[in-house]
């Protein structure tokens, strides 16, 4: 990456001169899972070589039409097989069973594809998830939909 310097002079005005390179390089070794500051811990493998660490939400209560901004978690586990990109869907589970699709707006995965993921590496996906209008007044649990067997797994 280019090394930049810049300096304001006057209304706004930016001068910006390169002055070298610099190479960033993966870590020798990745901390463990434990090191993420999930709130609510899930630890499981949703595909083959990738694990859901946890979440966090950074609200507790939302409003129909309202953004639920989250933060979900994720480890790259050592596999023998190619990985595959990570397509998931998140769900709002009533005490029914009945669950509500969210339409989410990821911020990582069209940046940093899973297939790519080196093992070790952990991952942080900022988003946001649009409550659905009609939804009812009520408790929920935040669940995810795998993009392969279509599974939900409770967060």
Same mark, same amino acid.
């Given at each position: 990456f280019p090394v930049t310097i810049g300096y304001a002079e006057g209304a706004g +005005?930016?001068?910006?001169?390169?002055?070298?390179?610099?190479?960033?390089?993966?870590? +020798?070794?990745f901390p463990p899972s434990e090191a993420l500051p999930a709130a609510y811990r899930a630890e499981r493998e949703v595909l083959n070589g990738i694990n859901f660490v946890g979440w966090d939400a950074y609200v507790a209560q939302v409003r129909p039409s309202e953004s639920l901004p989250l933060v979900l978690y994720w480890q790259a586990r050592p596999t023998d097989a190619p990985r595959v990109p990570l397509d998931y869907s998140l769900v709002l589970v009533a005490q029914n069973g009945e669950q509500f699709p969210l339409s989410v707006s990821s911020a990582m995965l069209p940046r940093h594809s899973a297939e790519y993921w080196v093992s070790g590496q952990l991952m942080r996906d900022s988003l946001r998830a649009s409550i659905p209008n009609d939804m009812e007044q009520g408790e929920y649990e935040l669940g995810g939909l795998d993009g392969l067997g279509g599974d939900c797994h409770r967060a």
């Open positions: +005005a930016t001068l910006w001169r390169t002055v070298g390179t610099v190479e960033v390089l993966q870590p +020798a070794q």
